[in-house]
């Protein structure tokens, strides 16, 4: 079902960066793959941007994911030319100490490393020293601070990291960002399944990919307004919970390879779950299923809780090391998910019952 040409695309799409706020060039990417497959497409102030199939109906469906990463901010530089951060988004300070970035500045990309004192010059009053939002630091090479300016180093910056996508074993996509730009390869799919395949909807499709996701959802609240749906079926990641050191008890069972999972939430429209849950079991496409405390943490919570009210409903991708540069996401669970979108889609009517009784 992925063709070589969505491959190719998919590998641009998640080695290119977007760091919340700053979406812009993984936007285009995802226009421009996505234009021959839509009627049309839009952008809005902040960046998100979506595309249409079948414009015009008073009746309105969503699928959306999130084109944000995680990333980092310069907040201080030092006399001696160290560079000190904050995070943009849910950045994992734990794994910053010996990675690779990329600090984005005006006259291009400034290559740094976060540093860490020596194995050998920890003694044991130091054997606790674990690394904190206040003591890691970035090391570009400077002398001092006006090296550091003149290289466009500034405070505000954005800093991602480097990491770019690979294969383990044939079987999982391994990188940075697949939170959550494999969701918004997903959509794309799914919008290049409809056209291909001359699926006519009876309503019309709304295919977006909201911006700020990671800093409070911030990108779908805004859309969501300018659009107005009736319907969103919203994709992102979850937790593979089979992993090493995870407490199953806490955080559920769900494991890659093993399907899409759906989620039971309060914000989770009970009518358009059980419609994903049954086509997935007419289709035989295998499903997880898990369940969320008072808000999913997804752009869900802010389709259904916008305005008038919107029955919504998330489909994740089970995604093993979130936050990190190794983030895993199994080949058949991204085809599955895909899958899925695809075929509920085909089972919603123009005006499709949403009223509990």
Same mark, same amino acid.
């Given at each position: 079902?992925?063709?070589?040409?969505?491959?190719?695309?998919?590998?641009? #799409?998640?080695?290119?960066?977007?760091?919340?706020?700053?979406?812009?060039?993984?936007?285009?990417?995802?226009? =421009?793959?996505?234009?021959?497959?839509? =009627?049309?497409?839009?952008? *809005?102030? #902040?960046?998100?941007?979506?595309?249409?199939?079948?414009?015009?109906?008073?009746?309105?469906?969503?699928?959306?994911?999130?084109?944000?990463?995680?990333?980092?901010?310069?907040?201080?530089?030092?006399? *001696?030319?160290?560079?000190?951060?904050?995070?943009?988004?849910?950045? *994992?300070?734990?794994?910053?100490?010996?990675?690779?970035?990329?600090?984005?500045?005006?006259?291009?990309?400034?290559?740094?490393?976060?540093?860490?004192?020596?194995?050998?010059?920890?003694?044991?009053? =130091?054997?606790?020293?674990?690394?904190?939002?206040?003591?890691?630091?970035?090391?570009?090479?400077?002398?001092?601070?006006?090296?550091?300016?003149?290289?466009?180093?500034?405070?505000?910056?954005?800093?991602?990291?480097?990491?770019?996508?690979?294969?383990?074993?044939?079987?999982?996509?391994?990188?940075?960002?697949? =939170?959550?730009?494999?969701?918004?390869?997903?959509?794309?799919?799914?919008?290049?399944?409809?056209?291909?395949?001359?699926?006519?909807?009876?309503?019309?499709? #709304?295919?977006?990919?909201?911006?700020?996701?990671?800093?409070?959802?911030?990108?779908?609240?805004?859309?969501?307004?300018?659009?107005?749906?009736?319907?969103?079926?919203?994709?992102?990641?979850?937790? *593979?919970?089979?992993?090493?050191?995870?407490?199953?008890?806490?955080?559920?069972?769900?494991?890659?390879?093993?399907?899409?999972?759906?989620? #039971?939430?309060?914000?989770?429209?009970?009518?358009?779950?059980?419609?994903?849950?049954?086509?997935?079991?007419?289709?035989?496409?295998?499903?997880?299923?898990?369940?969320?405390?008072?808000?999913?943490?997804?752009?869900?919570?802010?389709?259904?809780?916008?305005?008038?009210?919107?029955?919504?409903?998330?489909?994740?991708?089970?995604?093993?090391?979130?936050?990190?540069?190794?983030?895993?996401?199994?080949?058949?669970?991204?085809?599955?998910?895909?899958?899925?979108?695809?075929?509920?889609?085909?089972?919603?009517?123009?005006?499709?019952?949403?009223?509990?009784?």
């Amino acid at each position: 079902m992925i063709t070589k040409q969505s491959e190719e695309f998919l590998t641009r #799409y998640l080695n290119n960066a977007s760091p919340t706020g700053f979406e812009a060039a993984g936007q285009k990417l995802w226009i =421009d793959y996505i234009q021959p497959f839509v =009627d049309e497409w839009h952008l *809005d102030t #902040y960046g998100t941007a979506y595309a249409i199939i079948n414009p015009g109906k008073n009746f309105k469906v969503v699928i959306e994911a999130h084109a944000d990463e995680i990333s980092w901010f310069v907040n201080y530089i030092t006399n *001696d030319g160290f560079i000190h951060v904050i995070r943009n988004g849910g950045s *994992d300070h734990v794994i910053a100490p010996s990675k690779r970035v990329n600090i984005h500045t005006a006259k291009g990309l400034v290559k740094g490393v976060f540093g860490w004192p020596a194995i050998h010059m920890r003694g044991a009053d =130091d054997q606790k020293l674990s690394p904190q939002t206040d003591n890691i630091f970035i090391d570009v090479g400077a002398a001092n601070k006006e090296e550091v300016a003149q290289m466009g180093i500034h405070v505000g910056c954005v800093i991602t990291y480097e990491d770019e996508l690979i294969v383990l074993n044939n079987k999982y996509y391994t990188g940075r960002a697949l =939170d959550n730009r494999m969701g918004g390869f997903c959509i794309a799919e799914v919008a290049r399944l409809i056209r291909e395949n001359n699926i006519e909807l009876p309503y019309s499709l #709304y295919v977006v990919n909201s911006v700020q996701e990671e800093v409070g959802l911030r990108g779908a609240e805004m859309i969501t307004r300018t659009i107005e749906p009736d319907i969103a079926i919203v994709t992102d990641v979850t937790h *593979d919970t089979l992993t090493p050191m995870v407490n199953q008890k806490k955080f559920g069972e769900v494991q890659c390879g093993k399907g899409p999972s759906v989620t #039971y939430a309060p914000a989770v429209h009970n009518h358009i779950r059980e419609l994903i849950l049954q086509t997935a079991q007419e289709k035989g496409i295998p499903f997880q299923r898990e369940a969320s405390s008072r808000r999913t943490g997804t752009d869900t919570d802010a389709f259904a809780y916008s305005g008038k009210g919107v029955a919504s409903a998330l489909i994740s991708l089970p995604l093993r090391y979130m936050h990190t540069t190794v983030e895993m996401a199994h080949k058949e669970d991204v085809e599955n998910l895909i899958l899925l979108i695809y075929e509920t889609l085909q089972k919603i009517e123009n005006g499709h019952p949403l009223k509990y009784f």
